[in-house]
């Protein structure tokens, strides 16, 4: 059986894991972090960085914490800084041991990992449309009643579907009546707008949680950042297990940087956009079928899905790593994820792609 891994990047143990020969250049698609790289006024920052290894960090993360209400226009109270939005999932899922959490899928795997870890129950729902990813309201509804929490992604992973507002204040309303948490993933938000963010429903609802992460926008997966917007009693629960000092002080620092920089966020999406859109023409030009993403990644089914496997190793003998979608419920391996990267990058799969249909 060949072992797929269960998420994307570190793609060097994926060639080793499937003994195949690694070419001398190797594009990693199979990523989401932002091809751009990170604002540049890090770089400018980095020798003020040093004295701050030997520091101690301040345990609240301030003053980023205060920084991050201020933007999201909530107290200080409501933030919870972790490192990476995945820390801060791991430890909200522990909230759940031995409760129902209801799952949408296909949808970030690490929700299932972290949930069975804590020793949670998992409901599981489907969502047929992977395209627009419409959620059946209905049946979400339903199970609601008898769970206490439900798990959304938005917009979703891997398929980049933003989930529409009113439908997230639908489930939020009902999960009032019928006493069952929201914990809205926001991992991606910052490449649609913020007035697509469910942020505002944290102060008007008690049971809403929304996690950002800042590793993706930013470019700054290896520094790892993210945060949690939640009531004040939620977040000095989680606080209260979290590691004293959990965000270290290169990330504080670098963290408050990148949300001074807007300029490299809105460049960004404008780059991200201009290849998605050049990437989803080609793809379609060979008749595969697209999700329709506005994150900085998207997901194709070729026009015959059983073939999905020989062009995913096809890239790989070539140098283009996508990710799989073997893992995803719901896609059953017949989906391929790929994250925009630089056009050198980009031209080299369709290349690759070509090659293949040829
Ligand atoms: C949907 C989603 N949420 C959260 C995370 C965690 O991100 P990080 O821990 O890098 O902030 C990821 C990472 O891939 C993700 O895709």
């Known amino acids: 059986m060949l072992q797929f891994p269960s998420h994307g990047a570190n793609y ?24 751009l790289g990170y604002p540049k006024q890090i770089e400018n920052l980095w020798q003020q960085l040093l004295p701050k290894i030997t520091a101690y960090p301040n345990p609240l993360a301030e003053p980023l914490r205060t ?10 109270e409501c933030i919870l800084v972790g490192n990476g939005g995945a820390e801060l999932l791991t430890f909200y ?14 949808t970030f795997s690490e929700y299932k990992m972290t949930l069975e870890a804590a020793g949670a129950e998992i409901v599981n729902v489907t969502v047929n449309d992977l395209v627009n990813y419409e959620l059946p309201l209905d049946e979400i509804k339903c199970h609601m009643k008898a769970a206490d929490c439900l798990y959304l992604c938005n917009p ?14 639908e489930l939020i309303e009902h999960g009032e009546s019928v006493v069952c948490s929201l914990l809205i993933d926001e991992a991606f938000m910052d490449w649609t707008g913020e007035e697509h963010s469910a942020i ?24 790892r950042l993210g945060y949690l917007i939640g ?17 270290n002080n290169l990330a ?11 300029e490299f966020r809105l460049r960004s999406i404008n780059e991200n956009l201009a290849i998605k859109n050049e990437i989803i023409h080609f793809l379609k030009s060979y008749h595969c079928t697209v999700t329709n993403s506005t994150a900085n990644f998207l997901c194709f089914q070729l026009q015959n899905p059983d073939e999905t496997e020989n062009v995913y190793f096809h890239c790989l003998r ?19 994820r790929i994250g925009m990267k630089n056009r050198e990058a980009m031209d080299k799969f369709k290349e690759v792609l070509a090659d293949w249909h040829e």
């Open 156 to 169: 979703n992973n891997p398929t980049g579907a933003l989930i529409q507002k009113n439908a997230i204040l």
């Open 318 to 336: 070539e140098g283009i790593v996508l990710r799989h979608t073997n893992n995803y419920e719901g896609m059953n391996g017949k989906w391929l």
């Open 12 to 35: 060097e143990q994926l060639y080793k894991n499937f003994k195949l020969d690694m070419p001398e250049i190797v594009y990693d698609l199979s990523e989401n972090v932002n091809f």
């Open 200 to 223: 505002e429903f944290v102060t008007s609802h008690e049971n809403v949680t929304v996690v950002r992460s800042m590793t993706k926008m930013y470019g700054i997966a290896g520094i």
């Open 231 to 247: 009531r004040p009693d939620l977040v000095s629960t989680l606080r209260n297990r979290l590691p004293h000092w959990n965000v």
């Open 67 to 76: 920084i991050i209400a201020e933007k999201h226009k909530v107290s200080p």
């Open 93 to 106: 899922a522990q909230l759940y041991k031995g409760k129902k959490v209801i799952l949408v899928h296909p």
């Open 252 to 262: 504080i620092s670098i963290g408050i940087e990148c949300l001074k920089d807007e």
